[in-house]
């Protein structure tokens, strides 16, 4: 049996692809499981994550065969919530690229990407109310976060996908490339980040996720130790040289 998530590991970014391509990529336990092992890969030796679907969609939901037959218990135990915050909480950037279906499990995933880039055919949106649900694996915190109450609202109660073009609009994606450039734009977007000092990667995202009554205190604590590092040092050494031979 073809595994869930398919993994491809480099040295800076590992490339995890949906792979149920017969149910549309929809999100069931096993996946769920197979996110868990790659977080903790990814919590032990930091890469960037490029997070992408099979076969031209990201994920058209949560599986709902095995949905309906969740209670209550189930719900208490945020199972497709915990794993999305753990994707969410990684050390590195987290590249969401999206093409076809992105609905209810499917885009609360790719909510939990730092950034999110998709295709013409993007149809991204949470229709559960009219499965008799919530979206409660967060959209319902990290869908204002992202594009604010108003319209994260309208997305939730109506239960309407949104088209590319109007995702784009509304921030939450931030830029629309052919289906055939989507997975080369988010390396593209690795390797920018590739470049840069991955302490200084890592806590720019730290920075970023800490809650606005922290700021501005955790900037200086997280630039004080980057004040100290060698990496620091070095770059700003090369930089200086570089100017002074021009």
Same mark, same amino acid.
């Given at each position: 049996?073809?595994?869930?998530?398919?993994?491809?590991? &480099?040295?800076?970014?590992?490339?995890?692809?949906?792979?149920?391509?017969?149910?549309?990529?929809? @999100?069931?336990?096993?996946?769920?499981?197979?996110? $868990?092992?790659?977080?903790?890969?990814?919590?032990?030796?930091?890469?960037?994550?490029?997070?992408?679907?099979?076969?031209?969609?990201?994920? &058209?939901?949560?599986?709902?065969?095995?949905?309906?037959?969740?209670?209550?218990?189930?719900?208490?135990?945020? @199972?497709?919530?915990?794993?999305?915050?753990?994707?969410?909480?990684?050390?590195?950037?987290?590249?969401?690229?999206?093409?076809?279906?992105?609905?209810?499990?499917?885009?609360?995933?790719?909510?939990?990407?730092?950034?999110?880039?998709?295709? %013409?055919?993007?149809?991204?949106?949470? %229709?559960? %109310?009219?499965?008799?649900?919530?979206?409660?694996?967060?959209?319902?915190?990290?869908?204002?976060?992202?594009?604010?109450?108003?319209?994260?609202?309208?997305?939730?109660?109506?239960?309407?996908?949104?088209?590319?073009?109007?995702?784009?609009?509304?921030?939450?994606?931030?830029? @629309?490339?052919?289906?055939?450039?989507?997975?080369?734009?988010?390396?593209?977007?690795?390797?920018?980040?590739?470049?840069?000092?991955?302490?200084?990667?890592?806590?720019? /995202?730290?920075?970023? $996720?800490?809650?606005?009554?922290?700021?501005?205190?955790?900037?200086?604590?997280?630039?004080?130790?980057?004040?100290?590092?060698?990496? /620091?040092?070095?770059?700003? &050494?090369?930089?200086?040289?570089? /100017?002074? /031979?021009?």
């Amino acid at each position: 049996m073809a595994s869930p998530l398919l993994i491809e590991e &480099s040295d800076d970014r590992v490339v995890a692809t949906l792979n149920r391509p017969e149910r549309r990529n929809a @999100i069931d336990q096993e996946t769920i499981d197979a996110l $868990h092992a790659l977080c903790a890969d990814l919590e032990t030796t930091p890469r960037t994550l490029i997070l992408t679907g099979a076969d031209g969609v990201f994920a &058209s939901g949560a599986d709902i065969a095995q949905l309906r037959e969740r209670r209550a218990e189930d719900a208490r135990r945020g @199972i497709n919530a915990l794993a999305f915050i753990r994707v969410h909480d990684l050390p590195m950037p987290v590249i969401a690229a999206l093409d076809g279906y992105a609905l209810g499990g499917g885009a609360e995933l790719a909510y939990a990407a730092d950034i999110r880039i998709g295709t %013409p055919a993007l149809r991204i949106g949470n %229709p559960e %109310p009219g499965l008799g649900i919530i979206a409660a694996a967060g959209a319902t915190w990290r869908l204002p976060e992202i594009v604010g109450d108003a319209r994260a609202s309208e997305l939730l109660l109506t239960g309407r996908a949104l088209t590319a073009d109007e995702a784009l609009a509304w921030g939450l994606i931030s830029a @629309i490339h052919p289906a055939d450039g989507l997975l080369g734009a988010a390396h593209a977007i690795a390797d920018r980040i590739a470049a840069n000092d991955p302490l200084a990667v890592q806590y720019t /995202k730290r920075a970023l $996720h800490t809650p606005r009554a922290q700021h501005p205190q955790i900037e200086f604590e997280l630039q004080a130790e980057l004040f100290e590092s060698p990496e /620091k040092m070095r770059r700003m &050494s090369e930089f200086l040289e570089r /100017k002074a /031979k021009r």
